[in-house]
């Protein structure tokens, strides 16, 4: 009994230990231009690694009217001409940008008709340049032409979820 006891004390003490307080790091964190710069110890954990990000593109926020061009981005693709085209999931549309990272267009509006979407899903470019959309909340694939005009559009007998293209190479 006593045995136990003395281990059991020994055992709190050294949780105590353990658990005490922790010595406060001496990084400092400074704004530069509305980026927050994290300044680490003097000596690093890991002095050996290191991390530089660099831009390599960036796409403007506003167009040359200063309307705001991009709300709520989610997937791209990017043309044989290194246009990139970027879904916008809060307008609907399909937003264009040339390799530089300029706006260039819209594709599509948001809607039911023609050329317009209610959910962009994948996007895929044809062998022609031909770029093909799946709406699946209209169930239908939507066809436009390489300069962003609406050609055509398809109805889905069932519903599907992805669009998946194979090239032959």
Request: hydrophobic residues 40%; neutral net charge.
């Amino acid at each position: 009994m006593r045995k136990a006891l003395c281990f059991f004390i020994a055992a709190f003490l050294f949780i105590l230990w353990a658990c005490g307080k922790k010595p406060q790091s001496t990084a400092s964190v400074e704004i530069i231009d509305g980026i927050k710069h994290v300044h680490n110890i003097e000596t690093p954990i890991h002095p050996n690694k290191s991390l530089t990000l660099e831009e390599g593109l960036s796409i403007g926020a506003e167009d040359d009217q200063g309307n705001i061009v991009l709300f709520r981005p989610t997937t791209f693709i990017v043309d044989q001409d290194e246009n990139i085209y970027i879904t916008d999931s809060q307008d609907q549309v399909i937003k264009v940008f040339d390799a530089n990272g300029s706006y260039i267009r819209a594709i599509g509006a948001k809607g039911e008709g023609p050329g317009e979407f209610m959910s962009v899903g994948d996007k895929a470019f044809l062998p022609d340049g031909r770029l093909l959309v799946m709406d699946s909340r209209a169930r239908r694939t939507s066809l436009f032409d390489p300069s962003g005009q609406f050609l055509k559009s398809y109805k889905w007998l069932n519903r599907l979820s992805r669009l998946f293209f194979a090239k032959n190479t």
